[in-house]
């Protein structure tokens, strides 16, 4: 049986099993040493897959680092040390100097180090980051209260639309174009939902693969149903400038759209804070799945193993 | 300026002076977190550079966190946790199972466990560990003092033997060539000296790329020189056994043979512990570089980059 066969998601279960671990699952694995409660993530952009070598350098090194804290702040922490483990064929030094550049600058704004690395000889580049966040609570996928609010931060969507418009590869953009590849090519953890996060969400996670799918994982792993409504899922001006250029539909991009690394988040109504960028989209009920609106929503999110 | 004129190093000092990090430069990255002295690290292997696919599987799987747990042990330090970050083709799922079966095999042996980790569709298999130690005292590099005795775990050169014999793909193999291929295939870090390093090392590294080059890399970190006595350098049978069979000269082998994943330690001679498999082969003195008996030795250990 090949790995096609069962999916990424398929496969990481049974690597579970192996393991016989109860703790993978969550955007970090929670690990209390000594007195401090610890958050390890790790995730890998790999060249041709996550990014084209075309892409500024210094943007690569600033995602690579943003989606290492964003699973870290998605559960409540604040990110302190990374290792970077390259592999790289030979290159321009130059290249990899930028992308180094872009890695210290997100580190810089994060408030976070890199404390060491690795550095292999490979085919193509593939930089995977390891970092260690700290918190005072784990807030995880598990946790959602009936009668609690859903939330999402900032809007959904645009980093899907900056991606096709950067594979359009035009001569030259609109500004709401720019901004919108901005988003794809340089997104930005929400560090500034940390604290909010910490104290009072009941379930927490990053939006990576798509408000869909992901709305789905905090389903299940909550064991109740979320219901969501189309008219208040958060859509930026430039998505919608876009989709109306091209004929499209902004919600499906919202909903299908991975790589915003924007938060979903459940709470008790009372503690929306109208001083973050945050949208109430819907509320917890008993049950299961996702509905928006009145309908089931599928998981229309990615499986790197089922799209061969 | 391509990588291939700087080498591997040079890369690495760029690098460094890119991130302005002081700590980067020993098996692993000290961190103080709360009351805990963590030690971080990470380590890939990569299919076809560090491992062929027709290899045991399980070997790989024991292999990628031996090879981690070696970086922790030889800093004085205890694992405890890991991420697994898997970079993978479709292939077979009970493939990836196996290589999980030797990570779990490996985690019990060595008291450690994976808490998290990551799936990515690549083209060729890659898998990066990343490891969390915790240490009483952080024994790096530097640190040597004059007057001290060279010391080193077990013997040397096994796995370049092993590798070698690996390669020649014979149809059978004598007893002491399948001990080396073993010693290749499923090294064994040296947790047992955990406790005599912390205790009393003055500086430790683990032998990855060769005693000749670790050996120097120890020499310039401490900026003393170590005087190595050639008789003295451990050798195991089954090397002599080898080297006498295919004409060659074993000492050649214990000086430039990568992946022994031995250790290489200063401490005042006093404290050389009979109990422990470990073995004088030299001392420290003023000065710089490595010699050995009358002669300066070269680096002869491995630069992926240089190599091209």
Redesign the interface.
Known sequence: ??????G?FG??E??KD????G??GDD??P?Q????L?L?????L?QD?HFKLNYPPSAIGWKAISVNVSDVVANGGMP??A?V?L??P?????Y??EV??G??RACEFYGC????????????L?I?V?M?G?ADRFVGRKGSKVGDGVFVSGTLGDSKAGLELLLMDKKSYEDFELRLIEKHLRPTARIDFVKHISKYATASMDISDGLSSDALKLAKASSVKLRLFSEKIPLSKELISFCKKHGKDPLEYALSGGEDYELLFTHPMERLNPFLSMTHIGFVEEGEGVYLDDRPLEATGFD??RM?
């Open positions: 049986m090949k790995i096609s066969e069962i990424e496969l990481i049974r690597l192996v393991l016989r671990s703790i993978i970090t694995a690990v040493l000594g007195d401090s610890l390890l993530t790790c995730d890998v790999l897959r302190f040390y290792l483990s592999v790289l030979d290159m321009e030094v130059k990899i100097e180094y550049f890695i210290k180090e890199v404390v060491g690395g690795n550095v292999s000889k490979g085919e193509k593939c995977d390891f260690i700290k790197h193993f061969l």
